[in-house]
């Protein structure tokens, strides 16, 4: 059983890098002894206890047949058997990042190099991402989701009611401004359920705001944006089976016009973890959703007169620690930002980060040595 007592506080300098470490290029192993980067257009993998570089994957390799230049990966992601690497190219912003673009997949044993949604629109694809089998690649294309076998590229429409106002697998503007969201789908482990967000702006009124930077004449961009005092959009939070295609909406108590749906992964088999926000964000709710009938319990609550913080920026993934047993939580309901172990129950809560100071952020988890970082 996990009993995590260590804390190791870090100060971290923020530094210019070279161009071969070009964007978010640089990743982590998952068992965290290697690292992969971008170098000469190549990827590579090196072994800093070794300081030793390995080609994995070459920059010649990467030329789409037919062209003579090879693609500019701005982020890339291997399949959970590092067989194969997600490329995402001819990227585009949507409204603060570049979330939108191309996807081509390197099979790294075959060689072979195939772009995916090949009959949707150029440059529409979102949150690419292998399904744990490796057999699939499930993403987000003009508000709808979409999954594609690999083996046969036979493409699965997942959600049909995919709007500018009905928004399945991502999220509108308030959403990505106020709580970071941005990717809004999540494979079950055994990759035959998608679990997403779907959000209802049909009764959001539209904002006109003016782009007078692409072209010599100005064009009217709408944006759909509750204005102060007026309801944001609704949200629910559905299971699409990829056997039939029919979504299960999981039955969260609550006004959605009034409570935000903030975090949402996998916890179990068929259990979903949802984090739930009231309108004025001075409660905070755990919920267990069970995805076989949609039911759903709260777990954890805690409230704050003023307002209570976000976890975490970055509202993707769920710190489980003693085989799922426990998590980790950041709160702010001492008034000060500690780090918590709660029970898989909530029954149990632990302070780990005693005393009067804030955490940043958790960085990292060492649970074999019981360190976080």
């Not at 996807?103 to 440059?123: E, H, R």
């Not at 769920?318 to 000060?336: I, R």
Request: glycine share 6%; proline share 3%.
């Amino acid at each position: 059983m996990m009993m995590i007592k260590k804390i190791v506080l870090l100060i971290l300098i923020s530094v210019s890098l070279n161009a071969t470490a070009q964007r978010d290029a640089f990743n982590w192993s998952k068992d965290g002894l290697n690292y992969y980067a971008i170098q000469d257009g190549n990827i590579v993998k090196s072994d800093p206890k070794k300081n030793t570089t390995a080609i994995v994957l070459k920059k010649e390799s990467m030329i789409p047949q037919g062209e003579t230049v090879a693609l500019n990966p701005e982020k890339y992601f291997f399949s959970n058997d590092y067989s194969k690497v997600l490329l995402f190219v001819n990227t585009a912003k949507v409204w603060r990042y570049n979330t939108r673009g191309d996807y081509w997949v390197a099979d790294l044993i075959t060689g072979k190099l195939k772009k995916l949604g090949n009959n949707l629109p150029s440059q529409s694809l979102m949150f690419a991402k292998f399904s744990p089998d490796n057999k699939q690649v499930a993403y987000v294309s003009e508000h709808n989701i979409f999954c594609e076998d690999l083996l046969s590229g036979n493409i699965k429409k997942l959600t049909v009611d995919g709007t500018r106002k009905m928004i399945n697998g991502t999220f509108d503007w308030v959403y990505e401004e106020e709580f970071g969201c941005r990717d809004g789908f999540r494979w079950s482990a055994d990759s035959k359920q998608i679990a997403y967000w779907q959000v209802d702006a049909n009764k959001i009124r539209d904002y006109y705001m003016l782009n007078t930077t692409d072209s010599v004449y100005s064009s009217v961009i709408p944006v759909e944006y509750p204005k102060v005092g007026q309801p944001p959009s609704p949200v629910k939070i559905g299971v699409v089976s990829l056997a039939n295609g029919m979504t299960r909406w999981m039955k969260i108590e609550g006004d959605p016009r009034q409570n935000y749906l903030t975090r949402m992964e996998w916890s179990d088999a068929n259990e979903l973890i949802v984090q739930q926000l009231d309108r004025k964000q001075q409660e905070s709710k755990l919920i267990y959703c069970n995805t076989t009938d949609g039911s759903a319990r709260t777990f954890w609550a805690e409230n704050d007169n003023a307002w209570v913080d976000m976890n975490t920026d970055n509202p993707v993934g769920w710190k489980w620690v003693n085989n799922y047993q426990d998590f980790l939580w950041v709160s702010e309901k001492d008034g000060w930002r500690h780090i918590y172990k709660i029970s898989r129950d909530g029954k149990i809560t632990t302070l780990l980060t005693k005393g009067d100071y804030d955490i940043g952020e958790i960085k990292a988890i060492d649970e074999t040595n019981n360190y976080v970082y």
